[in-house]
């Protein structure tokens, strides 16, 4: 997802990114259609596309699950990963053995 711009007044900070025609990833696993093989394939290489960018960046997601994955358009395998509310650089020892995320999608 790209990140167009960042503002900031007294009391705010406005974040403006990409708009996203597409649904989360959780709505097409739900869906009574299932992906092919091949449109699998996509999805899971453009997430771990995003993911090398971040790890490149040294940023931690920190809450990386279903409804935090969208596409680009309608009917797309073209995935971004989303949501960086609870995301924190690498570097930042202390945040790195912190529980924090969607409880059910907590590592043990």
Do not use: W
């Amino acid at each position: 997802m790209r990140l167009e711009g960042v503002y900031e007044t007294d009391n705010s900070i406005y974040v403006i990114v990409e708009y996203l025609e597409g649904v989360q990833l959780n709505e097409v696993l739900k869906a009574q259609k299932p992906l092919s093989e091949e449109e699998k394939c996509e999805v899971i290489k453009n997430i771990l596309k995003g993911l090398e960018y971040l790890g490149d960046h040294r940023i931690i997601h920190r809450d990386l699950k279903p409804e935090n994955i969208m596409f680009r358009k309608q009917n797309s395998t073209d995935a971004v990963i989303c949501d960086f509310g609870l995301a924190t650089h690498a570097d930042a020892d202390k945040y790195l053995f912190v529980r924090c995320g969607t409880p059910g999608f907590v590592a043990p």
